[in-house]
């Protein structure tokens, strides 16, 4: 099956800084790749995500990288504010979702 | 903004009792799943549903049994609870098209004492 490794597990920043979290995944057919973001009490809510077309996609603040041919994946935040600390999960997909095992990010005032 | 429930939030059981963990969408997804996520955070499917009468289990062997019998309800059961059970459970549901966006539910956090 599918085995996506994400690192760091934990990243503090200061603010205005910019966040970097990168993931590697096993299995090339893999095809899908979301972006979760979790906050204290809640459930995952997906930020942003790519598909195995398309090589980088910016939404706002964030952005997201896919070297298919090195088979890892990259999920960037500029200008990081207090409210973007969370933990952050990288996932991919054939078929169902394999997780990361996500980074808790803190932003630093 | 996500139509999907979990009940209870928060649920403290004795050993070896049955619980149901229920979960509800409105949104007409075909696919849903149920996560383990354990104190390091790390999430872990244990069971999935394509649709009606679909039940599959996950990447992490659990004890606990899952139903499909109306598209909108994918309930998970313990039959006999035990502190090794004590987690947070979250389910999950998606379009069944091909990869979209999952939609979670916000936990029940599960201690068994």
């Known amino acids: 099956g599918e085995n996506v490794e994400q690192h760091p597990s934990t990243l503090s920043v200061q603010e205005g800084d910019s966040a970097v979290i990168k993931c590697t995944y096993s299995?090339?057919?893999?095809?899908?790749f979301p972006w979760y973001k979790q906050e204290l009490g809640k459930g995952p809510q997906l930020i942003i995500d790519?598909?195995?077309?398309?090589g980088e996609k910016k939404d706002q603040r964030i952005a997201v990288t896919l070297n298919k041919t090195a088979k890892h994946f990259s999920l960037h935040i500029t200008e990081t504010q207090p409210e973007d600390s969370a933990v952050y999960f990288c996932?991919?997909?054939?078929?169902?979702?394999?997780f990361g095992a996500g980074t808790t990010v803190t932003v630093r005032a | 903004e996500a139509d999907i429930y979990q009940t209870p939030r928060y649920l403290v059981i004795g050993t070896g009792k049955k619980i149901t963990l229920e979960c509800s969408q409105t949104?007409?997804?075909?696919?849903m799943y149920w996560y383990q996520q354990d104190p390091g955070m790390e999430l872990h499917l244990i069971h999935y549903?394509?649709?009606?009468?679909?039940?599959e289990k996950g990447d992490l062997s659990s004890e606990s049994t899952v139903s499909r019998i109306r598209t909108e309800h994918f309930p998970l059961t313990l039959e006999s609870a035990r502190p090794s059970h004590t987690s947070q459970y979250l389910c999950?549901?998606?379009?069944?098209?091909?990869?979209?966006?999952?939609?979670f539910g916000q936990g029940t956090r599960l201690t068994v004492v």
């Open positions: 949104m007409g997804h075909d696919k």
């Open positions: 790519i598909r195995s077309n398309v």
């Open positions: 996932a991919a997909s054939l078929y169902k979702l394999s």
């Open positions: 999950a549901s998606s379009r069944g098209t091909a990869n979209t966006e999952a939609f």
């Open positions: 549903s394509y649709g009606v009468n679909s039940t």
């Open positions: 299995d090339s057919a893999s095809n899908y």
